[in-house]
């Protein structure tokens, strides 16, 4: 998955969140607090009634027309104009999803030392750590991360499975293969809701799709008001399924005409949301939207992240079929392996990673 950065950086010394909060800090160290301009509103925090739309997938593989009709529909405008969705009803088998979310919980739940012996390396995204550090100043989230490279077994690196806890391995193995199919068939869905005749375009195209799993634990916060969870950003794969874990409090929060809004938990459903590669190849008809994750005062909340993407070979570009006169190509073609470097080499910071792919608009003479 990550490349090794080729330039030096230094990061300076990197607090692990659940051992800083164990301390109980009468003040959250400088490198958490943010500035101003980034801090959560609370506010934002109730629950909106405006929220984020559900797809029913067992309607949309259903034999009923209409209703899958429907279900079209309401994915295409989810895609269009929000990004992101909940997918009720996806058939994964909850013992999958309920052993995820225990071998996840045991593991951070293992003293240090355990999980420092499968470290993320300044720069990289693998390992047990922070991913997206590399400067000494720059502000830090207040998340520890676990990230594995899953599919193809090209980008694994097995010194990183962790031994503990036990049937870790088996268990990733088993969800991996199940939101791997998922993700397949949710893009056979959105070539269906882009009009495009070949239902499984994106599976041709893609090669032998690119799946990472990142497990983010967000520790409670006595300043949930002065600190991230994950700094704004958005996805560079193709598309994100994330899992909440169960009674998980609001955390994740997105971007929605200038305003955050949080994404109301749903027992059982997966959040998925559409990555950079997608509103590429849909010459931004389709949006990559940019989203964050706050902390609560008294709850830890967990979140399991799988990124599907091409492979690193594929070049991308928008679809021909997406480009018009009324839609001009905004976005040039480029190797996937080259945008994915980009990214992980890059520091978290809104749409910005998105900026490679455009294309410079014209300055008139
Ligand atoms: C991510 C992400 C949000 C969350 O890992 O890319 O957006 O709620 N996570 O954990
Ligand atoms: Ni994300």
């Known amino acids: 998955m990550a490349p090794v950065p080729s330039f030096p950086i230094k990061v300076g010394h990197i607090d692990d969140v659940q051992e800083l909060r164990k301390t109980e800090p009468t003040q959250i160290p400088q490198r958490f607090v943010r500035d101003m301009s980034e801090r959560p509103k609370l506010a934002a925090m109730v629950p909106s009634p405006n929220d984020i ?39 994964i088998d909850s013992s999958v999803v309920e052993n995820i979310e225990e071998v996840a919980k045991d ?27 590399f400067s000494e100043n720059q502000k830090l989230d207040w998340c520890n991360m676990f990230a594995l490279g899953v599919e193809p077994p090209c980008i694994r690196n097995p010194e990183l499975w962790p031994s503990k806890p036990a049937h870790f391995g088996e268990t990733l193995e088993v969800y991996s293969r199940e939101i791997r199919q998922l993700c397949k068939n949710l893009l056979r869905y ?41 700094s704004p950003h958005s996805d560079g794969s193709a ?52 989203h964050r994750a706050v902390t609560h005062k008294e709850k830890d909340r967990l979140s399991i992240v799988t990124f599907y993407a091409p492979s ?13 006169k009324k839609n001009p190509c905004r976005y040039k073609r480029y190797n996937h392996g080259d945008y994915s470097k980009h990214y992980v080499t890059n520091k978290l ?9 455009k294309i410079e608009p014209e300055t008139s003479a």
């Open 107 to 133: 593991f951070f739940m293992l003293p240090l030392e355990e999980k420092q012996k499968y470290p993320m390396a300044p720069g990289t995204v693998q390992g047990y750590g922070q991913a997206f550090v």
């Open 190 to 230: 959105i070539a269906v809701s882009l009009g495009l005749k070949k239902g499984d375009v994106f599976e041709e195209m893609f090669g032998e799709a690119v799946q990472a799993v990142r497990m983010n634990y967000y520790p409670s916060c006595s300043r949930p008001d002065l600190v991230l969870g994950l």
């Open 53 to 91: 739309p559900i797809i029913d997938l067992s309607k949309l593989v259903g034999s009923d027309r209409d209703e899958q009709g429907r279900q079209i529909v309401q994915l295409k405008t989810a895609c269009e104009e929000w990004g992101f969705f909940q997918v009720v009803n996806h058939g």
């Open 239 to 290: 598309i994100t399924v994330l899992q909440q874990g169960k009674g998980s409090s609001v955390g994740l929060q997105i971007l929605k005409e200038g305003k955050w809004v949080s994404v109301q938990p749903i027992p059982n459903a997966l959040v998925i949301n559409i990555g950079d590669t997608i509103e590429v190849l849909t010459n931004g008809r389709y949006k990559s939207v940019e």
């Open 312 to 324: 690193y070979e594929v070049e991308l570009g928008p679809m021909a079929e997406l480009v018009d």
């Open 349 to 357: 910071q809104g749409k910005r990673t998105l900026e490679f792919a």
